[in-house]
């Protein structure tokens, strides 16, 4: 089993759509998540960090469940700027190496 | 941007001959990483540094060697490259603060070995 999960998509939504992506993990020591998105032949940028409270910016927000090991996504009002790969990240360890394991990615297309 | 470099951007090189890709970071971060994204696998973990020579290994590490003898460089070397190494390859570096570190991305080496 992976140690970071993703559907991979690609989820294919018009404009002003809400979504929702989910990563599960195997390890439940995990201690750290975070959304990254990447954008085609680009680098992964940070999305946003996901903390145990749960948190939004903007039109995303980002939860993390711990009794069932997974995190979400969520965007509102989808535009065609969010057309992108949703890259899930979890730090598996409790120890000071602080090593990171990406998901294989979500993809996401938003049409007009 | 975080300040950090990798060289070269592009290479093609061939089956049987060594490669060292640089990172070069100028944020004094304490973790550097190695990823290879290929089409349908993602980022995967090839080594990472958690100090000056301290490493690990990630999920692909098999002929591929790193070195980290000063905290702004990461040498990840192909010690004799093959096909099936062919790939995007990024680096990464990170710092922790209160809930975890963001990890802050190179733009990438294509590497082709022929």
């Known amino acids: 089993r992976k140690e970071v999960e993703q559907d991979p998509g690609p989820f294919n939504v018009p404009e002003g759509a809400t979504v929702a992506f989910n990563c599960t993990y195997s390890?439940?020591?995990?201690?750290?998540f975070f959304w990254y998105r990447q954008d085609c032949r680009k680098e992964p940028k940070l999305l946003m960090s996901v903390y145990s409270s749960g948190n939004e910016d903007g039109r995303f927000t980002a939860q993390l469940n711990r009794a069932s090991q997974y995190i979400s996504l969520l965007i509102r009002d989808s535009k065609l700027s969010d057309s992108a790969t949703y890259l899930c990240?979890?730090?598996?360890?409790?120890?000071?190496?602080?090593?990171?394991?990406f998901g294989s990615g979500t993809r996401l297309l938003v049409r007009p | 941007d975080a300040g950090i470099t990798q060289s070269p951007r592009h290479k093609v090189t061939e089956t049987g001959t060594p490669v060292t890709l640089r990172c070069h970071q100028t944020?004094?971060?304490?973790?550097m990483y190695w990823y290879r994204q290929d089409p349908g696998h993602g980022l995967r973990l090839i080594h990472y540094s958690y100090g000056v020579k301290d490493t690990d290994k990630g999920e692909v590490s098999d002929g591929y060697s790193v070195s980290r003898s000063k905290t702004e460089d990461f040498l990840l070397t192909l010690e004799s490259a093959t096909s099936s190494q062919t790939s995007v390859y990024f680096c990464a570096i990170g710092d922790r603060g209160q809930e975890g570190a963001e990890a802050f991305f190179g733009q990438g080496t294509r590497l082709t070995v022929v």
């Open positions: 390890n439940s020591a995990s201690q750290s």
């Open positions: 990240v979890v730090n598996p360890r409790m120890d000071s190496s602080y090593k990171l394991i």
């Open positions: 944020e004094n971060h304490r973790y």
